[in-house]
T-cell receptor
Framework: GESVGLHLPTLSVQEGDNSIINCAYSNSASDYFIWYKQESGKGPQFIIDIRSNMDKRQGQRVTVLLNKTVKHLSLQIAATQPGDSAVYFCAENGDSGYALNFGKGTSLLVTP | GAVVSQHPSWVICKSGTSVKIECRSLDFQATTMFWYRQFPKQSLMLMATSNEGSKATYEQGVEKDKFLINHASLTLSTLTVTSAHPEDSSFYIC?????????????FGPGTRLTVL
């Protein structure tokens, strides 16, 4: 079936550098995309979302880019901090338009 | 705002017993709540969609008689794992959907760690 996937399972960056986490999705019906951060033993935390009528959205230190042509989503984190270390999931609303399909996750490790 | 709680945060039970997990939206009303399961180092897998006042919609492969879902109010949904077995040990996470500005955003609870001995 169609699914959401991530290119890199792990990403290690130095503190202060920018991080880019990528996600590929396959369902052309998806029109809502979200990035979540999950720390060990905790539930996912909403970071930022974007609708398909946009190609870029910015938050505090984070930017989400959406390329519908190639069905690609990315999360950029500026000036990465140790507290950013976590697993990051992309999710999309797929066929239901409501329930979320989660990607496999990328583990971000920020080193001093 | 948009806080979702779960209780208990962790539970250990014997094989064959039933366990109830509560999911509450603390500062908003949620017509729809979702239940996910997450195994170690894996992604979240949607189990079911819970709508207030109606039967839950289960994903393919999820046994509705084993995972009983009740959504009796706009702030509470419960998941009962009946006759639990070791393979049901997992991290169970709920989310509640909040509508704001025409957009539905899911906010997640902190999760419940279930260990079945």
């Amino acid at each position: 079936g169609e699914s959401v996937g991530l290119h890199l399972p792990t990403l290690s960056v130095q503190e202060g550098d920018n991080s880019i986490i990528n996600c590929a999705y396959s369902n052309s019906a998806s029109d809502y995309f979200i990035w979540y951060k999950q720390e060990s033993g905790k539930g996912p935390q909403f970071i930022i979302d974007i609708r398909s009528n946009m190609d870029k959205r910015q938050g505090q230190r984070v930017t989400v880019l959406l390329n519908k042509t190639v069905k690609h989503l990315s999360l950029q984190i500026a000036a990465t901090q140790p507290g950013d270390s976590a697993v990051y999931f992309c999710a999309e609303n797929g066929d239901s338009g409501y329930a979320l399909n989660f990607g496999k996750g990328t583990s971000l490790l920020v080193t001093p | 705002g948009a806080v979702v709680s779960q209780h208990p945060s962790w539970v250990i039970c014997k094989s064959g017993t039933s366990v109830k997990i509560e999911c509450r939206s603390l500062d908003f009303q949620a017509t729809t709540m979702f239940w996910y399961r997450q195994f170690p180092k894996q992604s979240l897998m949607l189990m079911a969609t819970s709508n207030e006042g109606s039967k839950a919609t289960y994903e393919q492969g999820v046994e509705k008689d084993k995972f009983l879902i009740n959504h009796a109010s706009l702030t509470l949904s419960t998941l009962t794992v009946t006759s639990a077995h070791p393979e049901d040990s997992s991290f169970y996470i709920c989310s509640a959907s909040r509508t704001s500005g025409g957009t539905d955003t899911q906010y997640f609870g902190p999760g419940t760690r279930l260990t079945v001995l």
